[in-house]
T-cell receptor, first 116, second 113 residues
Framework: AQSVTQLGSHVSVSEGALVLLRCNYS??????LFWYVQYPNQGLQLLLK??????LVKGINGFEAEFKKSETSFHLTKPSAHMSDAAEYFC??????????????FGKGTLLTVNP | DTGVSQNPRHKITKRGQNVTFRCDPI?????LYWYRQTLGQGPEFLTY????????KSRLLSDRFSAERPKGSFSTLEIQRTEQGDSAMYLC???????????FGEGSRLTVL
């Protein structure tokens, strides 16, 4: 069954430092992969998605992720953290669950703290 | 605003009471999903509709939970005889067909006292 594992439930960086949030997936078929961001008491907002086109995917707010099949990874990066990036980040994989139905299966999330 | 809309945003209730949440998806989306999110966890799938048909239900959805999507438009999620363990954020999402991204609403937070 397809699944994702996020390594590190909490990541803390200084403002201006590199952000690296790790996600590994398990899938028997080429996966569709997503990163979402969630601010406190809000829903999930899509940051970026991989749909079997370019392996380096650029998203909103300066984030990008690289799909590496050999490592079964889809890590999220941003060169320079901003205070407004503090939030919870979720990696997700699209799972076919019968017929034409797909649903997203999420990791447990990584809380990003940005220190001034 | 043409995004996914959920209400109420917050609901506080006493154990044993019934609660109902409503979700209005993006109008051209025929797929609608409900997820539950507890503190420190990722969203967990509850159920899925294609138009008005409920096509899949998670084992998380006990018999106290019922969801409907009459006429394939808005959806409701009802929880009967609430328990403290039902306290969570209930997220609704929608999309068109295919494996693409889900568009989420702001969520409905339930607190059961």
């Amino acid at each position: 069954a397809q699944s994702v594992t996020q390594l590190g439930s909490h990541v803390s960086v200084s403002e201006g430092a590199l952000v690296l949030l790790r996600c590994n997936y398990s899938s028997s078929v080429p996966p569709y992969l997503f990163w979402y961001v969630q601010y406190p008491n809000q829903g999930l907002q899509l940051l970026l998605k991989y749909t079997s086109a370019a392996t380096l995917v650029k998203g909103i707010n300066g984030f990008e992720a690289e799909f590496k099949k050999s490592e079964t990874s889809f890590h999220l990066t941003k060169p320079s953290a901003h205070m407004s990036d503090a939030a919870e980040y979720f990696c997700a994989v699209s799972v076919r669950s019968g017929g034409s139905n797909y649903k997203l299966t999420f990791g447990k999330g990584t809380l990003l703290t940005v220190n001034p | 605003d043409t995004g996914v809309s959920q209400n109420p945003r917050h609901k506080i209730t006493k154990r044993g009471q019934n609660v109902t949440f409503r979700c209005d998806p993006i109008s051209e989306h025929n797929r609608l999903y409900w997820y539950r999110q507890t503190l420190g966890q990722g969203p967990e799938f509850l159920t899925y509709f294609q138009n008005e048909a409920q096509l899949e239900k998670s084992r998380l959805l006990s018999d106290r939970f019922s969801a409907e999507r009459p006429k394939g438009s808005f959806s409701t999620l009802e929880i009967q005889r609430t328990e403290q363990g039902d306290s969570a954020m209930y997220l609704c999402a929608s999309r068109q067909q295919g494996p693409g991204e889900l568009f989420f609403g702001e969520g409905s937070r339930l607190t059961v006292l």
